[in-house]
């Protein structure tokens, strides 16, 4: 079995000290067998005034390490916002992996805004994969799955309120102390005015009993409620940039006010003082004003504090509001702002981040607008002159008028070495799969990495064969697959090198592979392997669980999403675009004796319908996948087909055994036939990955290919996650339709026959552009039909098997 060689992960880890700080915020890797060569990546945003700058090349940026030039080894644009749904020009940061949303509530009383905003959140920006980190000024929790996670949430919540209740109480008394401070040192003032000399209490004394008594209350404010506690926050950026992935930090702050005294006071106009007192006090106002308005260590700490969080990778949003309860003015103390220095550095770090910064009670509309906004900047990556040391790094813009902004001083970072899994040798092609390579932004947007593969094949007394290759690859893993043909049978050791030729990082794996001579192969084709007792065991729930499901009798009512991408040429300048179609249903399926479909198309595109009894417009349609597994592993059809047990994975909190499903003879036309996800404690299946040759119209596709020179990649996937009464329903099925190019070809349209529709369905024609491109993985097609929302359903008794001829 495929597996990356040996990788030891180390989960996240979140403590609390103080307000909080988190340490280590990341899953390391440590491969065992590696080349690494230390990299640092710089965060790089241009801006044009305010406005951010896209569509910048390598060649407009230069770096400088202590004053030296450095050789860039990969650029990349990444344009993103933080609702998934918004899209800016090309797709330059698609991630598989999971975000990271750190929330800081730093308030002084609970917002009654808060829950339709954390709504808002959980609806319409969180996804599957996504992590979140809450934070108040007392506790910090990690929440995978809000759904799953409820009783966390709510206690957490629910100790926030009760702390935000008790700071409230608190302020309220500080404030009633702030007041009858200056009240108290006011009526004092005017009783010793009435006294005789001889009876008078020193000014002085009056004054130094005053400026330490409402001193001291302020005293007590700032350092309980205003301490800046810059360590936690060096802290707090140093472990969001150890986090590899998509990261937003969004900070909610109260506009921090307290009532204080000030020079129009009463205590100024009409009690009566010397002209020493009152210069005194006045500057003891001025003094007082400053230090609420800094945070201790506040000021040598905001320059650097705003360089580690730029450095981070992280956009911050900043929204502040005002607190609901705050009384009227007296003729003594004045409401007036405190702390603004950390309000200040958090405003120009969002600033320097992409982020948005917002004052308003309206926090839901606040987070929508947030959500739109484009964040657009530039990872570089650079081999550093001396990797020991912490250097101080410049950007230069060949560009006049842009300024970038980045973390000037950088620790060192090195870039997660190129992992591969054990390659693996079947029916003359070697399948391994690459990932962790660094990836550069091309002229066509696209986001590419840049690998040169070595295979080279051994054996004793026979000359070492070699295959080498160069890659561009798409996304964030890429599974290579390359053709070897062996002269003459023997025992062959296969060694496989990579090398990441952006950043210098090598890797290498190796598997040994037997080829036998042609008259034992045939003979092993011949006989039918006795079935491991894993596998055995296996197959035998999943044979009790499709006659289960073959004798059902359901009717389940949901909606259906359905949403396609298409890439087609625009006849206005010819340009080849991806174009998205969405539909939405009222779905409902019938199964007892037959199955029958109905939809009820209620939504196209942005605009409402409603129009009975319609079709899928799509190229594609998936039908009745709901008896998929009966197909595959149903006892009717177990003749036909070969079954080996291949992995095992865990799904939906279930243990599944992975079984690969191949026909035992070659025929000609599409046969059933892919890999399945089975639950190994009751046999019901949970994922099916089809194999292209099991795709009605796979063949048209695959001459359609070999034409523009290409091969075809073809990805089919249904999703069972849906269970009722011990039986599992479709959840989600995904089309993909990509093709891999091995050498440059001019562009030129084609036409490509799509018949690939599943159990019945119509076959169309498209005229597909085929894009001028080299050593890339260009995806034509993608569908998807998610089941969501089911509102009616009832299970009870037979519905026939599918022969296995009616096939993906």
Request: charged residues 30%; aromatic residues 10%; proline residues 5%.
């Amino acid at each position: 079995m495929g597996g990356f060689v040996e990788v030891r992960r180390f989960g996240i880890v979140i403590t609390l000290m103080a307000a909080f700080f988190f340490s280590a915020l990341r899953a390391q890797d440590e491969v065992v067998e590696r080349v690494g060569i230390l990299n640092r990546e710089v965060v790089v945003r241009v801006f044009a005034g305010d406005d951010p700058v896209s569509g910048l090349t390598r060649q407009d940026f230069s770096v400088f390490e202590d004053g030296r030039p450095v050789p860039i080894t990969s650029f990349r644009e990444i344009r993103r916002a933080l609702s998934p749904e918004m899209k800016f020009g090309p797709e330059t940061a698609v991630s598989k992996r999971g975000r990271l949303f750190l929330f800081l509530l730093w308030w002084n009383e609970e917002s009654r805004n808060w829950p339709q905003t954390w709504s808002y959140f959980i609806e319409h920006i969180f996804r599957p994969g996504d992590q979140v980190i809450l934070s108040s000024d007392r506790h910090v929790i990690q929440i995978n799955s809000p759904a799953e996670e409820k009783e966390k949430l709510t206690a957490f919540f629910h100790d926030l309120s009760s702390h935000l209740k008790q700071r409230k109480v608190e302020k309220i008394h500080q404030t009633a102390m702030l007041e009858q401070s200056v009240k108290n040192f006011h009526e004092a003032l005017l009783e010793n005015a009435e006294k005789k000399a001889a009876f008078k209490t020193p000014e002085q004394a009056l004054r130094n009993e005053f400026k330490n008594r409402y001193g001291g209350i302020l005293d007590d404010y700032r350092l309980t409620r205003l301490r800046a506690q810059p360590a936690m926050l060096q802290r707090l950026a140093a472990a969001l940039r150890a986090v590899d992935g998509e990261k937003w930090a969004l900070l909610f702050m109260h506009n921090e006010r307290l009532p204080m005294i000030h020079v129009k006071s009463r205590l100024f106009l009409d009690a009566p003082m010397s002209h020493e007192t009152s210069a005194e006090l006045k500057r003891f106002v001025d003094d007082c004003d400053k230090k609420m308005r800094m945070a201790t260590d506040m000021a040598v700490q905001a320059r650097d504090l705003m360089s580690l969080f730029i450095g981070a990778g992280a956009t911050f949003h900043l929204f502040l509001s005002d607190v609901a309860s705050e009384s009227p003015d007296t003729t003594h103390l004045r409401w007036m702002p405190v702390f603004s220095s950390w309000e200040s550095a958090f405003r120009k770090i969002a600033s320097d981040t992409g982020g948005d910064v917002q004052n308003t009670t309206r926090l839901r509309t606040a987070l929508e607008e947030a959500a739109s906004r484009p964040d657009i900047h530039y990872v570089l990556t650079y081999k550093p002159a001396v990797p020991s040391r912490n250097p101080e790094v410049k950007i230069q813009l060949a560009q006049p008028g842009l300024e970038a902004v980045y973390a000037r001083k950088l620790a060192a970072r090195e870039i997660r070495p190129l992992k591969i899994s054990d390659p693996v040798f079947n029916k003359g092609q070697l399948r391994f799969e690459l990932a962790d390579y660094l990836q550069e932004t091309t002229e066509s947007g696209e986001l590419n990495g840049d690998i040169h593969i070595t295979v080279r094949a051994e054996s004793n007394g026979r000359e070492s064969l070699e295959y080498t290759e160069i890659l561009s690859p798409h996304g964030e893993a890429v599974m290579v697959e390359i053709k070897m043909n062996f002269p003459e049978p023997g025992d062959y050791l296969v060694s496989v090198a990579a090398q990441d030729r952006l950043s210098g990082n090598s890797t290498r794996s190796y598997t040994r592979v037997r080829i036998a001579s042609p008259q034992a192969e045939s003979r092993k084709l011949m006989e039918k392997e006795p079935m491991d007792p894993r596998l055995k065991a296996v197959m035998d729930k999943a044979a009790d669980y499709c006659r289960r499901l073959q004798r059902a009798a359901f009717r389940f009512t949901c909606t259906e999403w359905v949403d396609e991408t298409t890439l087609e040429q625009n006849p206005l300048n010819r340009r080849v675009e991806k174009v998205d179609r969405h539909w939405r249903y009222d779905y409902q399926v019938v199964g007892e004796g037959a199955v029958s479909e109905q939809r009820r198309l209620v939504r196209e595109g942005h605009k409402r319908v409603n129009i009975p009894n319609s079709d899928l417009p799509t190229r594609f349609a998936s039908q009745y996948s709901v008896f998929m597994p009966v197909t595959l592993l149903g006892t009717l059809n177990r003749p036909a087909y070969n079954y080996r047990l291949i992995d095992s994975e865990r799904l939906q909190k279930r243990n599944c055994a992975v079984v690969e499903v191949t026909p035992l003879q070659k025929i000609k036309g599409p046969l059933a036939q892919g890999r399945v996800w089975v639950d190994v404690d009751n046999g019901s299946v949970l994922k099916i990955e089809m194999h292209p040759r099991g795709v009605h119209g796979s063949e048209a596709l695959e001459a359609a290919a070999e034409k523009m020179s290409a091969k075809l990649d073809l990805n089919v996937v249904h999703w069972y996650l849906e269970e009722r009464h011990g039986l599992r329903f479709p959840s989600k099925t995904e089309f993909s339709e990509s093709y891999v190019f091995d050498k440059r070809v001019g562009t030129r349209s084609t036409l490509i026959p799509y018949a690939s529709e599943t159990h019945g369905g119509r076959a169309t024609t498209v005229v597909i552009p085929f894009l001028e491109t080299r050593h890339r993985r260009v995806e034509f097609y993608r569908l998807t039909q998610e089941y969501k929302d089911y509102r009616y359903f009832e299970v009870e008794s037979s519905v026939k098997e599918l022969n296995p001829d009616i096939s993906e």
